[in-house]
C-alpha cells in the first residue's frame, strides 16, 4: 500500500521546537521530490518547505526561514521538518507530499495541491 504517514505534531509552547516526520512505505521515497504544507483554518494551503530527491537543493517559505530545517534519511525513506522558534501562526495542519516529475523545489512548494502523493496531516498548535 502506497502512503505517506505524518508523525511529531503537537502541543507547543511558544520559542518551542518540534520535528516533523513524513515516512514513505509502498513506494522508495529517494525518488521523489517532498515538500511540507501547512493549513491553518479558514487560510488556503501553504508550502512551508520543499527538499529535491537528492537532497541538493532546498526551499523555505519566507515565514520560516531560518528557523525551519527540512532533512531526508532516503535509507529510512522518511523525510523531517525540524521546527525551532516556533511561533503562534505556525499554528496549522501540516502535511508532508511527494512528487516524481516536479522540475525544482520552489514549484514544488508553490502547488499545494497536485502532487503524487499526500499524507494524511498532523496539527501542530503553538499556544501558551
Known amino acids: 500500500q502506497v502512503q505517506l504517514v505524518e508523525s511529531g505534531g503537537g502541543l507547543v509552547q511558544p520559542g518551542g521546537s518540534l520535528r516533523l516526520s513524513c515516512a514513505a512505505s509502498g513506494f522508495p521515497l ?26 541538493g537543493s532546498t526551499y523555505y517559505a519566507g515565514s520560516v526561514k531560518g528557523r525551519f530545517t527540512i532533512s531526508r534519511d532516503n535509507a529510512k525513506n ?3 521538518l525540524q521546527m525551532n ?7 496549522a495542519v ?6 516524481y516529475h516536479i522540475s525544482t523545489v520552489q514549484a514544488m512548494c508553490i502547488m499545494t ?8 496531516g498532523t496539527q501542530v498548535t503553538v499556544s501558551s
Open 30 to 55: 529517494d525518488y521523489y521530490a517532498i515538500g511540507w504544507f501547512r493549513q491553518a483554518p479558514g487560510k488556503e494551503r501553504e508550502g512551508v518547505s520543499c527538499i529535491s530527491s537528492s537532497a
Open 78 to 80: 522518511t523525510v523531517y
Open 85 to 91: 522558534s516556533l511561533k503562534p501562526e505556525d499554528t
Open 94 to 99: 501540516y502535511y508532508c507530499a511527494a512528487d
Open 113 to 120: 495541491k497536485t502532487h503524487d502523493y499526500w499524507g494524511q
